[in-house]
Antibody
Framework: QLQLQESGPGLVRPSETLSLTCSVS??????????WGWFRQPPGKGLECIGT???????YYDPSLKSRVIISVDTSSNQFSLRLRSVTAADTAVYFC??????????????WGKGTTVTVSS | QSVLTQPPSVSGAPGQWVTISCTGS?????????VHWYQQLPGTAPKLLIY???NRPSGVPDRFSGSMSGTSASLAISGLQAEDEADYYC????????????FGGGTKLTVL
């Protein structure tokens, strides 16, 4: 059974870089038709897509975050990571990693991590 | 402001039937792109509930069903149970410049 687990600091200072890792177990990250994504949910708000990555390293970033985001993949460790630089209080959220099934325009997230709360505060 | 519009809340008594709407545009639902639904129980991660408009993943009760019409989609829940109380999100593909994966703002279902 595929499982995803987020890890990283729960507190980040303003203007610094948020770094999270998603560890994938129960299946290979290098599997055709599946992408790996980061999503977030600010307190009391809905879901937002931050970006996705394929095991080959091909990435997509949400236009509103593109200038601050890097998503990378490590197939040898079966992990993928998120780096979001120059954070502000608006980046405070629960961050989820998820597996995305993709076949052209058909894209949905079928497995999610439990999420990790990141607070941006001095 | 979410690309897909959902009612903020719906409610129903146990055993009743409720629907949650998801309205989009000709850049997403109206263009024929699939709609997917997620259930988020309090304090937990989203869970895929319906994929490709009408399909249920293994383990999802057949009390949950999805449908499409024009630029809108709907999630129906029959035989409401207390454990259905959660937030529900629709999601689709969007061909505009905002990004391919778009969500609704979420609907809070309260079981009375």
């Amino acid at each position: 059974q595929l499982q995803l687990q987020e890890s990283g600091p729960g507190l980040v200072r303003p203007s610094e870089t948020l770094s999270l890792t998603c560890s994938v177990s129960g299946g290979a990250i290098s599997r055709d038709s599946f992408y790996w994504g980061w999503f977030r949910q600010p307190p009391g708000k809905g879901l937002e897509c931050i970006g996705t990555i394929y095991y080959t390293g091909s990435t997509y970033y949400d236009p509103s975050l593109k200038s601050r985001v890097i998503i990378s993949v490590d197939t040898s460790s079966n992990q993928f990571s998120l780096r979001l630089r120059s954070v502000t209080a608006a980046d405070t959220a629960v961050y989820f990693c998820a597996r995305q099934y993709r076949n052209y325009e058909v894209r949905y997230m079928d497995v999610w991590g439990k999420g990790t709360t990141v607070t941006v505060s001095s | 402001q979410s690309v897909l519009t959902q009612p903020p809340s719906v409610s129903g008594a146990p055993g009743q039937w409720v629907t949650i709407s998801c309205t989009g545009s000709n850049f997403n639902i109206g263009a024929g792109y699939d709609v997917h639904w997620y259930q988020q129980l309090p304090g937990t991660a989203p869970k895929l509930l319906i994929y490709r408009n009408t399909n249920r993943p293994s383990g999802v009760p057949d009390r949950f069903s999805g449908s499409m019409s024009g630029t809108s989609a709907s999630l129906a829940i029959s035989g409401l149970q207390a454990e259905d109380e959660a937030d529900y999100y629709c999601q689709s593909y969007d061909s505009s410049l905002g990004g391919p994966v778009v969500f609704g703002g979420g609907t809070k279902l309260t079981v009375l």
